[in-house]
């Protein structure tokens, strides 16, 4: 996900600032999964939405198999806002009883005796807004626009779900609205059908996929696509996009690169984890971004504004597909491995694209001095600049430490590992470990369980002796919160003829005296010349 502010003009400046810090309503309740839910397995949803926009209501129907994990277990129980008339519930094809109450749905399990489940639920009417948008009927120049934003946890204002993000399942949805809208979905087109005035699309994924990543378009949408081919050259997939007239030539211009994003990210981290349904941008009205529903990302009317100016976004979007979809978190803790990945992802695309001086450049962007709260406590508030751009950071210190060849190799390891399913920060530094050979629990420790970042000063002298020079670099870490910060850092002498020489050091203390012999006498010595550390260098003041 990524969020903006609104406003009439955008420059890219500013949004770099105003990016991360919408997050007050982002708050994750701690009461929201009762213990039950953890004890039951969602196999698949088969969801159904008449939609009236007129009335802003929908009469829906929602099929959820799936097994108990406890036959101890009192009552299923599941995640749907109280605000809808519920029609009727079948357990396993008889009426039964159930509670529903703020959040919760709960139904009773001693009429049964097997451990597998079949809820029906029919129910109608308005969806509350929840949390950044939850489902709505919104409008945009006279036409209606139907969407959704559940992330992390709103799913349920509008089917009822085990909304935990690693009870990943099978989906089908029907959406039926006049016969005029598209309507659109995860996964594949199955069929259309009309009936009358009103027509129902019926889309299905036979790939996992998290509550949080369930989507619902439908709108008078203009629709064009390009065609991807794997990595492999078997599969040909569709990039399906969904835009209002208006919008459809600078929607063309502004999504055209993502062919070679798909072709980039495949080839870097493995084969694009939906590759036998599709990849799609459907736009919606969310006013503060773009949000990666599962093979299907909601693209904001602000941000399609035909000068790829939010290609970034974009880039980011899709890389959430391996990182955060296919790849799920364990636990919304682990938001950083969805969020810091795909930022990172950014920096990757251009520069496979420009080089390293885009990866620099790209990197300087997303550079704090005052990153707050660390990575593996992301607290209530999920969506910060720490969990998307010192996550980013990290993950480049992380290439730092093991180097590029072991540092591609853990992605496409952890993917390859965890695809389809979920993993936690622990899970990942398993892979890191493994695929590196390195013990990594300082990395760890200092860059991904704790708060703060490396603060050096230092001051250097250079002294004669009979035929070389000796330069002696004292280095001090003078952050408050960290003692000493484990790093390689790189010195880099420039001299005047313009030549250059690099040497690396591992820094594990908090003051360390480097001397290094040179023949000529340099011009200028540099610490962290590429910036590959999340760091505040300064010369020490006289
Ligand atoms: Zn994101």
């Known amino acids: 996900m990524i969020l903006i502010l609104p406003g009439a003009v955008y420059y890219?400046?500013?949004?770099?600032?105003?990016?991360?810090?919408?997050?007050?309503?982002?708050?994750?309740?701690d009461d929201y999964i009762s213990k039950n839910q953890k004890k039951i397995d969602i196999y698949k949803y088969d969801l159904a939405f008449d939609l009236y926009p007129e009335k802003k209501m929908f009469i829906a129907k929602a099929i959820l198999t799936g097994?108990?994990?406890?036959?101890?277990?009192?009552?299923?129980?599941?995640?749907?806002?109280?605000?809808?008339?519920?029609?009727?519930?079948?357990?396993?094809?008889?009426?039964?009883?159930?509670?529903?109450?703020?959040?919760?749905?709960?139904?009773?399990v001693n009429s049964f005796s097997k451990n597998e489940f079949k809820i029906e639920v029919e129910y109608e009417g308005t969806p509350k807004k929840a949390g950044l948008e939850g489902f709505v009927f919104g409008k945009r120049n006279g036409t209606s626009l139907v969407y959704n934003l559940s992330e992390p946890n709103y799913a349920s204002s509008w089917f009822p779900c085990n909304d935990i993000p690693f009870d990943k399942t099978f989906l089908e949805i029907s959406i039926t609205n006049d016969s005029g809208m598209v309507s659109v979905s995860n996964g594949v087109l199955v069929d259309v059908t009309t009936n009358g005035s009103r027509r129902t699309y019926r889309w299905k994924t036979e790939y996992p996929?998290?509550?949080?990543?369930?989507?619902?378009?439908?709108?008078?949408?203009?629709?064009?696509?390009?065609?991807?081919?794997?990595?492999?050259?078997?599969?040909?997939?569709?990039?399906?996009?969904?835009?209002?007239?208006?919008?459809?030539?600078?929607?063309?211009?502004?999504f055209s690169g993502h062919l070679e994003m798909l072709n980039v990210f495949s080839q870097m981290f493995g084969e694009y984890p939906f590759v036998k349904e599709k990849y799609g941008i459907a736009e919606f009205l969310?006013?503060?971004?773009?949000?990666?529903?599962?093979?299907?990302?909601?693209?904001?009317?602000?941000?399609?504004?035909?000068?790829?100016?939010?290609?970034?976004?974009?880039?980011?979007?899709?890389?959430?597909?391996?990182?955060?979809?296919?790849?799920?978190?364990?636990?919304?803790?682990?938001?950083?491995l969805n969020e810091g990945f795909s930022t990172y992802s950014e920096a990757l695309y251009y520069e496979a694209l420009s080089g390293k001086k885009a990866l620099q450049s790209t990197m300087m962007s997303k550079y704090s001095s005052n990153f707050s709260g660390s990575l593996a406590e992301p607290g209530p508030f999920l969506f910060t600049r720490?969990?998307?751009?010192?996550?980013?950071?990290?993950?480049h210190m992380l290439r730092w430490e093991v180097g590029d060849s072991s540092f591609f190799n853990i992605l496409r390891t952890y993917y390859e590992t965890y695809k389809y399913s979920n993993a936690s920060t622990g899970d990942f530094k398993s892979v890191c470990e493994k695929v590196s050979g390195k013990n990594l629990d300082q990395f760890?420790?200092?860059?991904?369980?704790?708060?703060?970042?490396?603060?050096?000063?230092?001051?250097?002298?250079?002294?004669?002796?009979?035929?070389?020079?000796?330069?002696r670099i004292q280095l001090g870490q003078i952050q408050e919160d960290?003692?000493?910060?484990?790093?390689?850092?790189?010195?880099?002498?420039?001299?005047?003829?313009?030549?250059?020489?690099?040497?690396?050091?591992?820094?594990?203390?908090?003051?360390?005296?480097i001397e290094i012999s040179t023949t000529t006498i340099p011009s200028g010595i540099e610490l962290d010349p590429d910036n590959w550390l999340l760091a505040e260098i300064n010369l020490k003041d006289e």
């Open 12 to 29: 890219k400046i500013q949004l770099y600032k105003l990016t991360y810090i919408n997050t007050y309503f982002q708050k994750i309740d």
């Open 67 to 108: 097994k108990i994990l406890d036959p101890t277990i009192p009552s299923i129980d599941l995640n749907f806002y109280d605000n809808f008339e519920i029609k009727r519930i079948l357990l396993n094809g008889v009426s039964t009883d159930y509670e529903n109450e703020e959040t919760k749905l709960s139904i009773p």
């Open 209 to 254: 996929i998290s509550t949080y990543l369930v989507a619902i378009y439908s709108s008078d949408y203009e629709y064009f696509s390009d065609e991807y081919i794997s990595v492999d050259g078997i599969d040909t997939m569709n990039i399906e996009y969904y835009v209002l007239l208006d919008k459809t030539e600078k929607a063309k211009k502004d």
């Open 286 to 336: 969310w006013y503060a971004g773009a949000m990666e529903h599962q093979t299907i990302t909601g693209v904001s009317s602000n941000m399609i504004s035909g000068n790829k100016f939010f290609e970034d976004t974009f880039v980011h979007e899709l890389a959430h597909q391996w990182w955060g979809n296919a790849v799920g978190p364990k636990s919304w803790k682990d938001i950083w």
């Open 386 to 395: 720490t969990m998307y751009d010192k996550g980013a950071w990290v993950l």
């Open 444 to 471: 760890f420790e200092q860059w991904i369980y704790t708060e703060g970042q490396i603060e050096l000063e230092y001051e250097t002298e250079t002294i004669k002796s009979t035929n070389e020079f000796l330069n």
């Open 482 to 513: 960290y003692e000493a910060y484990h790093f390689p850092l790189e010195i880099k002498f420039v001299f005047k003829d313009s030549t250059e020489k690099r040497f690396r050091y591992e820094i594990t203390s908090k003051d360390t005296l």
